[in-house]
């Protein structure tokens, strides 16, 4: 009979574990399996905010995929997906078409504007390489410009909208660039406004109040203005309008106000609750038994019927389980269910601050920055192995 073909779409945190993953356990001959991605390279998302405030190179955000997968186990399509059709078990990409077996879809999350107006338009987004290439030059750029036309103050105010953890570890990153950009671009940092809009009452809903203050305190001495319980109403070219009515007049907004799953899985027919599918407890869609969602796209309900938050850590764990469901599917054994462990939460404040939970533990200061380091190097090592770890590892 014909060797099943097994396509997985985004070689993010989701995809690229399954891969790997896939090409351990499979036998010679037992699958043919396809990996899409629109770069050549995975991007390490977690530190992302690095290079977008310019603390860190891009390149260290970023990994070779052919130094990730055998060749002769895994077969790697650089090409963008443009539609997926479950019914005819084809996938459209820019360049051609793939028929599968079975679909893993891990592509990852798109910025939710919530309807806002103006911010798809006019401000940033911490998504990928190139995004935060184009972050870090922006910010940069203003400060020449400013040079250049010294009455404009709003070229060194920079907004960043929502404090979830994207947006407080970005703020980290950026008080401690300010600085240095002020020396180089001879600026009074006095003059620099870096200013944060949440909408809920507190940074960090939902997480720790102890962690949550501790982590406000950092910044707001590093420069930064938090306004909490205040929301963004519109983005313009010229800055933005919040809730309140006041104006905030910023050539830089970066917004941070969360994700949505991508488009193209409500555009399949799938059923989908802001662009993501609650998928079974095997992380199938209900619609389709050989397509499973992971990472970002996904939901998995806790106990209590609420989603867990789409995270990196949650990605590599349904992972694991969508490997070995694929493999049990093909080989007619056992499927395993999700599980959703729990290891906590770190996020940086910036050079040797961060704040955690750690199991039952709340850290911070310079032990949770080194709990994050450690969290950092361990995923190089589950996808790369010490070579990886040396060569991208920040020590
Ligand atoms: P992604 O990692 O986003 O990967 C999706 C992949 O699909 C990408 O390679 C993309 O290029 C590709 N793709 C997208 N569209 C197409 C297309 N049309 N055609 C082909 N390819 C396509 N989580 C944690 O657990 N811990 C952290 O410390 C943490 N820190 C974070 C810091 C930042 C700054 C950000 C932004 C997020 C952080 N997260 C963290 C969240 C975490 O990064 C995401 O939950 C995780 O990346 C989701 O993985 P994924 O595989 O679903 O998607
Ligand atoms: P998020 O959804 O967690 O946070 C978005 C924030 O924006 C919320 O606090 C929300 O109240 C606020 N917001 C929404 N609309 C607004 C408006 N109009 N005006 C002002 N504020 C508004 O999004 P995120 O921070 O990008 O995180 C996405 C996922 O990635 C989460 O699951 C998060 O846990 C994960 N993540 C984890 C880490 C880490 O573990 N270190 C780091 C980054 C992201």
Redesign the pocket.
Known sequence: SRIPRIVI???????IVTAIRLQKQLNYNEADVTL????DY??I?????MP?AGTDNPENARVEISKLIDEFKVDFVK????QIKPQEKKIILEDSTLSYDYLVI????EPETFGIPGLLEYSLN???INSVRFIREHIEYQFARFKKEPTRKDYLTFVVGGAG??GI??LGELADRIPRLCREFDVNPELVQIINVEAAPTALPGFDPELVEYAMGVLKDKGVTFKIATAIKECTPDGVILATGEVIKAATVIWTGGIRG?R?LEEAGLETSRGRVVVDSFLRTKEYENIYV????SIVLNDQGRPYP??????MQQADVCAHNLIAAIRNSSPREFKFSNKG???SLGRGEAIGIVGKYKIKGYSAAMMKKL?DMRYLYIIGGIPLVLKKGRF
């Open positions: 779409l985004g070689a993010g945190y989701g995809g899409v991605n629109k770069h995975h991007y998302t977690t530190h992302l905010h977008a090409s963008t997906v443009l891990g592509l990852g999350g911490i998504r990928s953890f994207t570890e970005f991508n193209m992971i990472g970002d796209c789409p995270t990196a850590q949650i990605a939460t770190v996020a969290i």
